[in-house]
């Protein structure tokens, strides 16, 4: 799955447990309605890798500026996400 390399502003559509103690959070990119799967792990608290809210405990609907870089495998790359208002 891709996502916007960079700062996007994005919709909480819905979650799932994965296999891996980690979290799918799906996302609908406010600007372009793409969907995007990120996870967030246990080791973290469900957090993504920098900064932000424990995604376990968000709302479904929620937005947020959520900021992604591809990792190594080529899959996105959770860095930061903060609450925001729709633009």
Known sequence: MEAPNGEWVGRLDDRAWGDRCNLFCYFSDVATGQTI??????????RPYQRGPAFDEE??????RIRTSPS???LPKFLSAERAALP
Do not use: E, P, T
């Open 37 to 46: 799967r990120l996870s967030v792990f246990s080791s973290n608290s469900y």
């Open 59 to 64: 709302a479904i609907g929620g937005v947020f």
């Open 72 to 74: 190594k495998n080529g």
